[in-house]
């Protein structure tokens, strides 16, 4: 796990996103997201995956790209807390970063710090990677 920008804050709060958020997946995200480093390639095995895509949108004279949302658990948890891996079509990050998004602060529900290791599964329609 690893610190971010500080944007994701900004970019779940913005309306154009906070209500597909809520109409598409269910809830309000928390104000953020989690970055994770990854220690195996990911992005590639998606393709396998059907996501959940938000659409992107205009306000201001600016355009935000479309975001696509994997539903995601933490193996071995009870925890029924929703969590999704978001992958916005214009990031800054490379393909070594995911983020996650959670109605509730996932660093304090999960007890994490920058550097420690946290295991997600990726799920979509009985698929998982």
């Known amino acids: 796990m690893t610190s971010g920008f500080g944007r994701g804050k900004k970019f779940v709060a913005m309306e154009g996103y906070a209500h597909q958020f809520e109409r598409e997946l269910g809830y309000e995200p928390h104000p953020g997201t989690l970055n994770l ?3 195996a390639p ?3 095995r998606l393709a396998r995956l059907d996501p959940t895509r938000l659409d992107g949108w205009e306000a201001d004279d600016r355009s935000f790209g479309a975001v696509d949302c994997y539903p995601a658990v933490v ?6 807390v929703p969590l999704h891996f978001v992958l916005p079509h214009r990031t800054d990050y ?3 970063t995911i983020e996650l998004i959670s109605p509730v602060n996932l660093r304090e529900r999960f007890g994490l710090s920058d550097g420690t290791a946290f295991e997600i599964r990726i799920q979509s329609g009985g698929t998982e990677v």
């Open 75 to 80: 193996p071995g948890s009870t925890d029924s």
């Open 94 to 96: 490379d393909t070594s």
């Open 37 to 39: 480093e990854l220690d």
């Open 42 to 44: 990911v992005r590639e």
